[in-house]
């Protein structure tokens, strides 16, 4: 939220204070000042700055008040004025183009001057004719024909909005002459108000805050005195159907106003805080909602009349299914029986909490205000927000609780402001519905309370006076503090939590830096490791160090989403989804089932950017069971390769693509660091995602593990793939971690020679090379340490049907070094065994 100095001061005193120790104290509080926005005034000089600081400075002997005197044409240019100005110090002509002044042009000497913002020669302002804050230097020129030195300026120019379409007309009372920094220079605070602060999201919030923190007063605004029942009740009728949705709902009546524009100040402050000013009417709900922090809504009482041919009724209720609502933005909704209306007797009139109709809006033409000031339930405004998709300042508010006490001071503030600022005359009667009441809760506290929370023991006096600072009704009686909750505070609760809540406070506006560091004085908890987190660690560090990156998937998807991994993307795939009960968007309304969707879409985003890509996700995926309310969660691990293997280097080579082969690699590598290496890659049964001959499912005996392969034809035409082939792999981390030993055999290294051959042998070729390994390890004994397939041949020479595997084989032994005549052996042993079970034969026999 941003927040002017300007008007926090109108609240407390901070004299004496630098904006680093008034930006210091909120933060400290728990509103972080993320920004300070200087608007006119000088940055602060220190070394080290605590605050982050923007802004434009107004140098004083170069930005003063000035009068507009008389306007005359410019006798070269149609669209520019020439205006006689004093700037107290002597009259001047300034050349201007404001179409402002236009109105002003030929009455000769004007009998109210116009008190404007006067920037002379050198000054450094803001370009108003480019986009965005662009630095610049007012210099002498020559435009038409005429001498222009100096100018008068406009918000943008100063910084103050990004309005530029004309310039400044200050209020009457501005001094002329009057550097401009001490007449209106500012400070804005940009606050991050946290969801625990959402009382704070108004200005009359962080003044109370700070008078909390600084114990100095508090000054409240005064509205109009307002009296419930009498001679509105004449006006205008008022039903509530369901207190549950809506606690409170009052109504003021302003009669014989004017949409004129506020005074400057007005405009000014709320250009500051991020609004825009439109006219008195609208200007008074907007300043008195950044006030208090209750939104407010003003209808148009004479349009009500005709909608509802006399008396109107306001009534709040469920929408009918199928009601329809144009609001102020201009979008239509059509509406469910979840959402709360304020309507009429002829339909709905806005969303309650959320943003006005179209229809019964206020205008330039509105000759009477009726002032809605109400209380709603926050999750029905959420629950509304999330399902039309549309944001507004008073859901922003309403959606984070806001007491139904704050709409009766609201209320009286801007009955108030609209009397003067728009010329109207307010009706001291209101209405006042408060069906259901809010108790503010009450707590007590002891020293010994506090001490035992925070570990320091601060008196109760203290305490006492730190919760009346904040709005707390207190008692003191014989040690123990009884603290009843402010009427703006929703926050506090009831038992051990508002206990808790009240030390909070008070060790909040007491100085979290001044409690001291102190050790635990119980006893640690044993430390115990969890082994899926363990586990997944581990296979993530493993990944990690064989080349893949680590990404994080949305979870939510669509049922249409997730079926482009099946071939032609079937509608409906005949599985059940855990739902979102308020999807965020119609992309993202049921929890995934599989990893593979998720890592298709990362791929499909991203292999434009890159030559290559090697990704692997760790995540849950989520399955319906019948009966519970809560889903099955199993962890998933999900590998894509796509591209080229490796980055273009200084080598000639060029690297070459993923394959089939380069994922089994991959997922070998994985279980050799798992140290669990028994895995079959069994292609025997097609995966419908994957392509036939290329894919294979990971099988542990008779436990599948996973499933991995290229990417099926039919499915790459769901995706925008580029052109290379796509590899994933999806496993189950849940069985592979049953499968893994805590604990595993580390092997000595052997201070021997190790001995390397290669022998190559011919089989059938339906034998897979996985049977002729499993052989030859058997075959080997004790002193096989390594076996690799390094080549594969088919052809003529060797016979149809056959095809020739080339292992390298390493015999190694721990007492000596091996000879020929050891290694012989072991060969004649294994070609013996493979032709024995296989009808294996040596290729150069």
């Given at each position: 939220?941003?927040?002017?100095?300007?008007?926090?001061?109108?609240?407390?005193?901070?004299?004496?204070?630098?904006?680093?120790?008034?930006?210091?104290?909120?933060?400290?509080?728990?509103?972080?000042?993320?920004?300070?926005?200087?608007?006119?005034?000088?940055?602060?000089?220190?070394?080290?700055?605590?605050?982050?600081?923007?802004?434009?400075?107004?140098?004083?002997?170069?930005?003063?008040?000035?009068?507009?005197?008389?306007?005359?044409?410019?006798?070269?240019?149609?669209?520019?004025?020439?205006?006689?100005?004093?700037?107290?110090?002597?009259?001047?002509?300034v050349l201007t183009g404001a179409p402002n002044l236009y109105p002003y042009v030929g009455k000769g000497r004007l009998e109210k001057p116009i008190k404007v913002a006067y920037v002379r020669e050198g000054a450094q302002l803001y370009d108003g004719h480019q986009p965005g804050q662009v630095l610049t230097k007012l210099k002498k020129a020559t435009i038409r024909g005429i001498d222009s030195s100096s100018m008068i300026a406009s918000e943008k120019e100063l910084g103050i909005s990004e309005e530029h379409e004309g310039v400044i007309f200050l209020d009457d009372d501005a001094p002329v002459g009057m550097p401009l920094a001490d007449y209106m220079g500012d400070a804005v605070f940009e606050v991050a108000i946290l969801?625990?602060?959402?009382?704070?999201a108004s200005v009359l919030g962080i003044a109370r805050e700070l008078s909390a923190a600084l114990g100095r007063p508090l000054r409240m605004p005064e509205g109009l005195e307002i009296r419930i029942g009498g001679e509105i009740e004449q006006k205008v009728g008022l039903q509530i159907r369901e207190p549950e949705l809506n606690p409170r709902f009052m109504l003021g009546l302003v009669e014989q106003v004017k949409a004129v524009p506020s005074p400057y100040w007005v405009r000014r402050r709320l250009a500051l805080a991020g609004m825009r000013p439109i006219d008195a009417l609208v200007d008074a709900t907007n300043y008195t909602m950044l006030e208090t922090g209750e939104p407010l809504h003003a209808f148009d009482y004479d349009l009500l009349c005709k909608r509802a041919g006399g008396k109107p009724t306001i009534i709040t209720r469920r929408a009918e299914d199928g009601e329809t609502l144009t609001t102020l933005d201009g979008a239509n909704y059509k509406l469910t029986t979840e959402t709360e209306l304020v309507s009429d007797t002829k339909g709905p009139l806005s969303l309650a909490g959320v943003m006005g109709g179209e229809e019964s809006g206020i205008s330039h033409r509105t000759n009477s205000v009726l002032l809605e000031a109400a209380s709603?339930?926050?999750?029905?405004?959420?629950?509304?927000?999330?399902?039309?998709?549309?944001?507004?300042?008073?859901?922003?508010?309403?959606?984070?609780?806001?007491?139904?006490?704050?709409?009766?001071?609201?209320?009286?503030?801007?009955l108030r402001r609209m009397q003067d600022w728009a010329e109207g005359s307010a009706l001291e009667d209101v209405i006042d519905h408060y069906p259901l009441k809010r108790e503010d809760t009450q707590n007590t506290l002891t020293e010994s309370d506090m001490e035992r929370l925070l570990g320091l023991r601060i008196p109760i006096e203290e305490a006492k006076s730190i919760l009346e600072r904040l709005g707390f009704t207190c008692e003191l009686q014989d040690g123990v503090l009884s603290a009843v909750t402010p009427s703006n505070r929703t926050d506090i609760e009831s038992g051990f939590v508002g206990k808790s809540n009240l030390i909070e406070e008070i060790s909040r506006i007491y100085g979290y830096d001044r409690i001291p560091t102190t050790r635990l004085s119980g006893e640690l908890p044993p430390q115990l490791g969890d082994r899926r987190v363990g586990f997944e660690e581990t296979v993530r560090d493993t990944l990690v160090s064989i080349g893949l990156q680590d990404t994080l998937a949305y979870r939510l998807t669509s049922v249409q989403r997730e079926a482009r991994i099946l071939p032609g993307a079937p509608a409906e795939n005949g599985l059940e989804y855990v739902r979102i009960a308020n999807p965020i968007s119609p992309e993202r309304t049921v929890m995934r089932r599989s990893g593979l969707a998720t890592m298709f879409e990362l791929i499909e985003r991203n292999d434009r950017n890159v030559d290559g890509l090697s990704f692997f996700e760790i995540g849950p995926v989520f399955f319906p069971v019948e009966g519970q309310q809560l889903p099955d969660e199993p962890h998933r691990l999900t590998i894509g390769l796509w591209g080229k293997k490796r980055e273009t280097g200084w080598s000639a080579e060029k690297p070459g693509e993923y394959g089939f082969f380069d994922l089994k690699g991959i997922l070998e590598a994985l279980f050799q660091g798992l140290h669990h290496e028994s895995i079959v890659f069994d292609p025997s049964r097609e995966i419908p995602t994957f392509h036939p001959g290329k894919s294979a499912r990971l099988m542990?005996?008779?436990?599948?593990?996973?499933?991995?392969?290229?990417?099926?034809?039919?499915?790459?035409?769901?995706?925008?793939?580029?052109?290379?082939?796509?590899?994933?792999?999806?496993?189950?981390?849940?069985?592979?971690?049953?499968?893994?030993?805590?604990?595993?055999?580390?092997?000595?290294?052997?201070?021997?020679?190790?001995?390397?051959?290669?022998?190559?042998?011919?089989?059938?070729?339906?034998?897979?090379?996985?049977?002729?390994?499993?052989?030859?390890?058997?075959?080997?004994?004790?002193?096989?340490?390594?076996?690799?397939?390094?080549?594969?041949?088919?052809?003529?020479?060797?016979g149809a049907g056959k095809k020739s595997l080339a292992y390298q084989l390493t015999y190694q032994a721990f007492d000596r070094t091996l000879s020929v005549a050891d290694a012989a052996a072991i060969r004649k042993k294994i070609v013996k065994t493979l032709a024995y079970e296989i009808g294996a034969v040596l290729r150069d026999s």
């Open positions: 939220m941003k927040a002017p100095l300007s008007w926090i001061l109108d609240y407390v005193d901070l004299q004496g204070l630098s904006l680093e120790e008034i930006g210091q104290t909120l933060t400290m509080i728990g509103l972080e000042v993320e920004e300070i926005t200087l608007v006119g005034l000088e940055k602060p000089q220190a070394e080290r700055l605590q605050n982050k600081y923007s802004g434009l400075p107004w140098p004083k002997d170069k930005f003063v008040v000035a009068e507009v005197l008389e306007v005359r044409q410019h006798p070269n240019a149609d669209k520019l004025t020439l205006c006689q100005l004093n700037d107290g110090t002597a009259e001047i002509i969801p625990n602060m959402a009382r704070d709603w339930n926050f999750i029905n405004i959420r629950k509304t927000t999330s399902r039309y998709r549309i944001t507004s300042e008073a859901s922003y508010r309403f959606s984070r609780d806001v007491h139904p006490a704050l709409a009766e001071l609201a209320l009286s503030l801007c542990a005996g008779e436990i599948e593990i996973g499933v991995m392969g290229e990417v099926h034809p039919l499915v790459r035409q769901n995706y925008d793939f580029m052109e290379n082939p796509v590899l994933a792999a999806e496993l189950y981390l849940d069985q592979m971690m049953a499968l893994v030993d805590k604990g595993f055999k580390v092997n000595s290294i052997s201070s021997f020679p190790a001995m390397v051959e290669d022998i190559a042998l011919i089989v059938d070729d339906d034998i897979p090379a996985r049977r002729v390994e499993e052989l030859i390890w058997r075959a080997g004994g004790k002193l096989l340490k390594n076996v690799a397939l390094f080549d594969l041949f088919r052809g003529e020479k060797i």
